[in-house]
DNA sequence: TCTGGGGTCCTAGGACCC
DNA sequence: TCTGGGGTCCTAGGACCC
């Protein structure tokens, strides 16, 4: 048995914590660079706000002149959750934290799980100042749906218990397929074309139909609908695989010096971020995009990923990074957003036996073996294990963007080693 | 003028090998 | 002109989450 709990407004619920005077207001918080709206009290909501809205639309509208709007703080917000954590820590057995507000509590053998859980929002209130919602369930889908549905009752208790198959076949037959953990817009898009409309529909479909589908992945939450479950609680976090650093520009770019210094910063960020967790990457992606909301600006995104030295120290890094930013460069574009991403991480005390982390130990040894004999046969220097490590794995990709932003790529692109 | 910043998982298909 | 089959690894891309 599973509960979810999660802080309500949890970005504004924070602020609200340390400052009691924005209680009862409408409080919306900003993404970075005040860019759009990423967290609304209830109050903010009924105002007609939208998440991810626009700050400097929104900020004009008429009726919302009274509205808070505060940028974001997440040192705060990470210490705030920290809090939260080690206060369940004492009340539970177990504590999985999903998110930044989120965690799956261990609910086995508990008896009277409502009042369970009430007493638990009670005592995250008291010690945090953050107001919570719990969600009860067989599985973890189940608490997840559960935890929506006491969110969405504003007057409710704050707990919602899905723990029964009667409780939860009336909650079903009300619900969109698309209010579900794990099916998104383009999944709900397709169940609907099926006529798979609410959950009750989903639930009631066959295995083969929603795994031809949604994959495994659509038919694991089938499962855990029905009360199967899927996915077990895991208190060690699974470790990282990838780690980025990307950021939207203040301005547009048009000139190449203004982004290499942008890029010289993400990379210094990244690897400062690499150092912290303990890690090293074997690999690095970079991006270049422009600002895919803009209707007058021509559109260009390309992005670049390759393999890096594990051992490649900062300076390395923004050397790799600029030179690849380069690369993907084209004058004549007003670029809105890069980034770079490292991939294929591993602990930094385990550094790679070999010296080419991301392919297997085997296969290097037979790299190696083949550059000893080409040195042999070419003379030394001729290959070196670094060159072959760079060898470049350039790609070419359109990201996630609407087909009317992509811009044709007819071009591969290579780094030379 | 200004539209977030992170992450994970799955699958298809090509490259390559035997 | 015909043109194996099976296995693995890698990348691109799509979808999801907060």
Not at 279 to 296: D, E, G, H, I, P
Not at 313 to 327: E, G, M, Q, V
Not at 341 to 366: G, N
Not at 399 to 405: C, D, I, R, V
């Amino acid at each position: 048995m599973f509960a979810l709990i999660d802080g309500n407004s949890f970005y504004c619920s924070c602020e609200r914590a340390f400052d009691p005077t924005l209680r009862g207001k409408p409080v919306v918080v900003l993404s970075n660079n005040d860019g759009c709206a990423i967290a609304r009290t209830h109050e903010a909501k009924d105002l007609g706000i939208k998440m991810g809205e626009p700050y400097h639309l929104a900020r004009r509208r008429p009726g919302l002149e009274h509205v808070i709007w505060k940028s974001s703080n997440y040192a705060l917000y990470g210490d705030m959750s920290r809090r939260i954590y080690e206060v369940l820590t004492t009340l539970v057995p177990q504590v999985e934290p999903y998110s930044i507000d989120e965690m799956f509590l261990d609910f086995t053998g508990i008896n009277d799980a409502p009042e369970r859980a009430a007493y638990i929002r009670a005592a995250v209130l008291k010690a945090t100042k953050i107001p919570t919602c719990v969600g009860i369930g067989p599985t973890k889908t189940i608490a997840k749906l559960a935890n929506a549905v006491a969110k969405k009752d504003r007057a409710g208790s704050g707990v919602c218990d899905l723990r029964y198959a009667d409780q939860r076949a009336s909650a079903y037959g009300e619900l969109e397929v698309g209010a579900v953990w794990g099916i998104g817009p383009a999944s709900a898009h397709k169940l609907k074309a099926v006529g798979i409309a609410t959950i009750a529909d989903f639930v009631a479909a066959p295995d083969e139909e929603i795994r031809k589908l949604l994959s495994v992945v659509g038919l694991r939450t089938l499962w855990e609908l029905r009360g199967t479950s899927c996915m077990s609680l895991s208190m060690a976090p699974a470790p990282k695989k990838s780690l980025a650093v990307t950021r939207s520009f203040g301005r547009a770019i048009e000139e190449w010096p203004d982004l290499e210094q942008a890029i010289g910063a993400y990379a210094t960020r990244a690897a400062e971020k690499l150092r912290r967790h303990g890690l090293v990457a074997s690999a690095m992606q970079v991006f270049l995009q422009t600002n895919r909301f803009s209707k007058m600006d021509r559109q260009y995104v390309n992005q670049g990923s390759f393999g890096i030295e594990p051992t490649a120290d900062t300076f390395a890094l923004i050397k790799t990074a600029t030179r690849a930013a380069r690369h993907l460069w084209r004058d004549g574009y007003r670029y809105a957003k890069a980034g770079i991403i490292l991939l294929d991480l591993v602990p930094s005390r385990e550094q790679p036996a070999s010296m080419f982390p991301s392919i297997d130990p085997e296969r290097s040894a037979t790299l190696m073996r083949t550059i000893d004999i080409v040195n042999q046969r070419f003379g030394r220097g001729t290959l070196r294990p670094g060159v072959v490590a760079m060898r470049p794995r350039w790609g070419m990709r359109r990201a996630n963007l609407s087909p009317q932003y992509t811009t044709r790529i007819d071009e591969v692109m290579r780094v030379r080693a």
